[in-house]
């Protein structure tokens, strides 16, 4: 069955940089639409970043300039790197892959969570002041 397991989350100070790694089992990365999620406490997940098939990376307004998302085929593994870390940018950060690339079509900006069907357990990212 499908697996993805996050690592890489950890604690650093304001400006701080970390990069997020998600090693996927019997899902091949190669051309799917996968995305790096983020959760705060009590909130929804929302969407940090996606990788798109064909088309440029999707990024959320809150990390764009700051965070690049990348994928490695011969690995499967998708990254993100994240750069002048903020205390905002503390949460649970979640790796998610559709059932097919299909499922991300149509959508101009990073789908919603629904849209994906799995999931890894989370890392924690957490930024000091």
């Known amino acids: 069955h499908v697996q993805l397991a996050e690592s890489g989350g950890g604690s650093v100070q304001t400006g701080g940089s970390l990069r997020l790694s998600c090693v996927a089992s019997e899902y091949s990365i190669d051309g799917a639409c996968m995305a790096w999620f983020r959760q705060f406490p009590g909130r929804e997940r929302e969407g940090v970043a996606q990788?798109?098939?064909?088309?440029?990376?999707a990024y959320a307004d809150s990390v764009k300039g700051r965070s690049t998302i990348s994928a490695d085929s011969s690995k499967n593994t998708l990254y993100l790197q994240m750069n002048n870390l903020k205390p905002e940018d503390t949460a649970m950060y979640y790796c998610?892959?559709?059932?097919?690339?299909?499922?991300?079509?149509?959508?101009?900006?990073?789908?919603?969570?629904?849209?994906?069907?799995?999931w890894g357990q989370g890392t924690q990212v957490t930024v000091s002041s």
């Open positions: 990788i798109r098939r064909g088309g440029l990376p």
């Open positions: 998610a892959a559709p059932t097919t690339y299909r499922s991300c079509s149509g959508y101009s900006s990073i789908p919603p969570s629904r849209i994906f069907r799995y």
